[in-house]
């Protein structure tokens, strides 16, 4: 089993900033990559980011190219999303997920609210 847990959500003005923390616990051997995806209410949980965890290969979806990075600490098995000129558009609560061993595990969230 895998444990996830995200933390640094919060409220941010337009053009603020903030960074996603996701720290990775329990039998992390063989994780292939981990993401964020994030879930806006009433709509679907879409796709943001994913780092490949060995080699750290990245992709982003279209909406936050520019503007967010996703990077990893391979020690700490943490996962990061730093989220630059952000917009009431992204706010959503932000789900990580990881790919180990072909089974995939999320987190419970963090709410990322932008006031206009």
Do not use: H
């Not at 879930?39 to 080699?55: N, S």
């Not at 917009?87 to 609560?93: F, G, I, N, Q, Y």
């Not at 061993?101 to 932008?114: A, D, F, H, R, S």
């Amino acid at each position: 089993q895998v444990q996830l847990v995200e933390s640094g959500g919060g409220l941010v003005q337009t053009g603020g900033s903030l960074r996603l923390s996701c720290a990775a616990s329990g039998r992390t051997s063989g994780t292939y990559f981990m993401a964020w995806f994030r879930q806006a209410p009433g709509k679907e949980r879409t796709f943001v980011a994913r780092i490949l965890w060995i080699g750290g290969s990245t992709l982003y979806a279209d909406s936050v190219k520019g503007r967010f990075t996703i990077s990893r600490d391979y020690a700490k098995n943490t996962v990061y999303l730093q989220m630059n000129t952000l917009k009431p558009e992204d706010t959503a609560v932000y789900y990580c997920n990881a790919q180990v061993v072909g089974v995939g595990y999320w987190g419970k969230g963090t709410l990322v609210t932008v006031s206009s």
